[in-house]
């Protein structure tokens, strides 16, 4: 398991260096030349100038500028941001990336519950109202024009019904006078999340075989105690009106994206599960007389997780474009953004930054796939 | 079975041996071989089409598509017959008669007309047909990419199957849109350059994978075995026994192709930035940045036709190609009980 789990890691690695590879070949074949770029920006101080030129080696050939390049990109060094001059790439970036982070997880994870569940559903009661309804709407939302779909989330949500805000990450009324950045509060807000998710992993491994209280069981109740913890924690900390509001924002954005890719997920798992379900060993629970939803949940849809746990990796590129397209709609600055933003303004060097970044995203994604593929399939992890 | 049945030994190609001496005549004996194959496969569309018919999502989605055919045709009908091009020309033409634009719908603008005083159904039929010929062109590019590199690695094997796959999870492990995003800041892309980056990238990454693994198990076949032991090349093995059977699964991809191509055309579009004439993304850029989105329903007619039509075509696409997949895989069938 160990050995499959360096291989892969070690061809992650080969990948993200053939990613910076193609970033870089690409803005050297574009018209144009990168280095004219520096030397002609107006707003780029001369002393800065010859700075980067030096740094980046663009008065040497093209192989040793590859190699600079290369050398930079691992060490950090991503250059100056045109656009927002005299900020390094590497510092904008690293503002954003928690924002996206956060963005694409959660509705990845709900997405893939949602569908999951829904998936499993409908492949239990073939041909049902359900089945309709769900394979329409899915496919619906699926294939929904995604920029459309988001203005018509903001339109009805925010702006009909005034529930969240109509984009952006804060509300600048809210935050006058206070003496924190939002990148504080925000740091802070997802230490809790982590911490929270930790506890209630934790809580469910150490409670699973307890005693029940009355109905529910102590790992639910031990989630459910800290659930109300963490608001009240907040209230007292003094910045909790702040973090209240980046929630708020954060909310539409989250479901929108969610909505879009569950479906993906949702029939995929209806194929898969149909597959299953004519497996003999689902016939073989069925005969021993266990109850429908165990056959379904424990005999079917655990051996169904599989092929959806493999293509996982489609659905994560598939959000990770969709948050770039819902960044845009909903002004949410994360890496998205920042990418659009820079390719508006040819500001070259975030360009290849933010690429490179979303890059690792999706390359993240896929080793959290196979860790995720291993834990789940024993006959990987017994090889 | 339904298909008509050899019932008669010189029906069948390659049974003339049967018949007096052995004499070969090739040239007829291609051909007969050539009209029973065509018989043949005439058969599995047959029955194919049969189990279609059987999904009403399928059948609805295929109308769809039927019907927007029909809009892209009907526009340079239109322009010939009844649209002066200075008025509904769906990039230069500007209609006089309205007071205000964006003007509503009206009986001389069924759907109204832009901010910038242009015929939006004009607009609109215009881009239908666009969107087909992008659509389809991502499509057999990529199809014909992916099935050629599926079964060359499947056949093959070793260090030709790693080369292709490493490629292939290199693509898929790049976000695309992000990458057109990219692109398109350094490049100025087109419809064909589009059509074509998109074919290419999908015809190297995750199709070709797909593709390949039927193609592995389409090798092992025995009418494989029993081709290369009557003396037929690598190519011939290929072309001949490998890739037919690979179409069904590569026309089922390449509905899907063509569902992304369009989206990924309108969200560049969207974003404004893309070197198009005219399309449905390009549509709601216009109207976006106007300013006229957050009028939500009050001009309606801005967004809603083209948000609408994207959302149907890629939808008609991608059903149908679901539907196709219940064709394809026996195993997501419903059972007749």
């Not at chain 1, 600079?68 to 656009?83: A, D, E």
């Not at chain 1, 390094?88 to 893939?112: H, K, N």
């Not at chain 1, 970044?357 to 789940?376: E, K």
């Amino acid at each position: 398991m160990t050995g499959y789990l360096l291989r892969r890691a070690g061809q992650m690695v080969l990948t993200l260096f053939l990613i910076i590879t193609l970033t870089f070949f690409l803005v050297q074949a574009q018209p144009g030349d990168y280095a004219t770029f520096y030397a002609l920006n107006p707003d780029l101080p001369a002393e800065v100038r010859s700075q980067i030129k030096e740094s980046f080696g663009l008065d040497k050939p093209l192989w040793q500028q590859y190699l600079i390049h290369m050398k930079n990109t691992f060490t950090g060094n991503f250059g100056v941001s045109f656009g927002h001059f005299p900020r390094p790439v590497i510092e904008v970036l690293a503002e954003r990336i928690p924002r996206t982070a956060v963005l694409f997880l959660t509705a990845t994870a709900s997405s893939f519950y949602i569908g999951f569940f829904l998936g499993k559903a409908i492949a239990w009661r073939r041909g049902g109202f359900l089945e309709y309804a769900a394979t329409i709407s899915g496919a619906t939302l699926f294939t929904a024009f995604t920029p459309a779909f988001a203005l018509v989330m903001i339109w009805i949500f925010a702006f009909k019904l005034g529930w969240f805000p109509v984009g952006k990450f804060l509300d600048p009324l809210v935050w006058r006078g206070a003496d924190v950045t939002a990148n504080h509060v925000f740091s802070y807000m997802l230490l809790t999340a982590a911490a929270f998710i930790a506890f209630a992993f934790l809580g469910m491994l150490v409670f699973r075989r307890m005693a029940r209280v009355g109905p529910v069981s102590m790992a639910t109740l031990l989630v459910m105690a800290a659930a109300l913890a963490v608001p009240v924690a907040w209230a007292f900390s003094g910045i909790g009106h702040l973090a209240l509001d980046i929630l708020r924002h954060m909310v539409l954005p989250i479901v929108t994206l969610t909505l879009i890719s569950f479906a993906g997920t949702m029939l995929l798992t209806r194929n898969s599960m149909l597959e299953t379900m004519r497996e003999d060993y689902v016939m073989a629970a069925r005969a021993k007389g266990l109850p429908e939803n165990l056959v379904r949940d424990r005999h079917a849809a655990r051996n169904a997780l599989l092929p959806v746990v493999t293509s996982l990796v489609y659905s994560l590129i598939f959000a990770i474009d969709g948050s770039v397209i819902i960044e845009s709609v909903f002004s949410w600055p994360g890496t998205g953004l920042t990418l659009l933003e820079a390719v508006r303004s040819e500001d070259l060097p975030l360009v290849m930054g933010s690429m490179v970044f979303i890059g690792l995203f999706s390359l993240l994604a896929h080793v959290i796939v196979d860790v995720l593929y291993v834990y789940l399939d024993p006959r990987i992890r017994y090889r | 079975m339904i298909g008509p049945q050899p019932n008669h030994p010189t029906d069948a190609g390659g049974s003339s041996a049967h018949s007096g001496p052995p004499d070969i005549d090739l040239g007829r004996g291609r051909f007969q071989i050539i009209v029973a194959r065509a018989r043949l496969a005439l058969r599995t569309v047959r029955d194919g089409w049969s189990i279609f018919l059987e999904s009403r999502i399928g059948l609805l989605s295929l109308a769809t598509i039927l019907v927007f055919a029909l809009m892209a045709v009907a526009h340079p009908i239109l322009m010939a017959t009844v649209w002066d091009a200075d008025v509904y020309d769906p990039v230069t033409g500007y209609s006089f008669g309205e007071a205000y634009h964006p003007a509503a719908p009206s009986w001389r603008h069924l759907l109204g007309t832009d901010p910038l005083g242009r015929d939006v159904l004009s607009q609109l039929l215009s881009s239908t047909r666009s969107e087909f010929v992008l659509g389809i062109t991502a499509a057999l590019v990529t199809v014909g990419i992916a099935t050629t590199v599926g079964a060359v690695a499947a056949y093959y094997g070793g260090l030709v199957d790693a080369l292709f796959m490493r490629l292939a999870d290199l693509i898929i492990a790049l976000p695309g849109i992000s990458l057109l995003i990219v692109l398109s800041a350094l490049f100025r892309l087109n419809l064909f350059y589009l059509a074509l980056i998109i074919g290419i990238l999908g015809g190297f990454g995750g199709t070709a994978i797909i593709l390949k693994s039927q193609a592995l198990s389409i090798r092992v076949k025995p009418y494989i075995e029993a081709a290369r032991t009557a003396g037929g090349g690598h190519f011939h093995i290929i072309w001949v026994h490998l890739i037919p059977n690979l179409l069904p699964l590569s026309l089922l991809y390449m509905m899907f192709t063509v569902t992304g191509a369009i989206f990924a055309e309108a969200v560049l579009s969207f974003l404004g930035l893309l070197d198009l004439r005219m399309s449905w993304g390009i549509m709601i850029h216009t109207a976006n940045t106007g300013g006229y989105l957050l009028g939500g329903a009050k001009y309606w007619w801005l967004v809603i036709p083209a948000g609408a039509s994207i959302t149907l075509l890629c939808s008609a696409f991608y059903l149908v190609g679901r539907a196709l997949d219940e064709v394809v895989n026996p195993r997501l069938r419903r059972q007749h009980d």
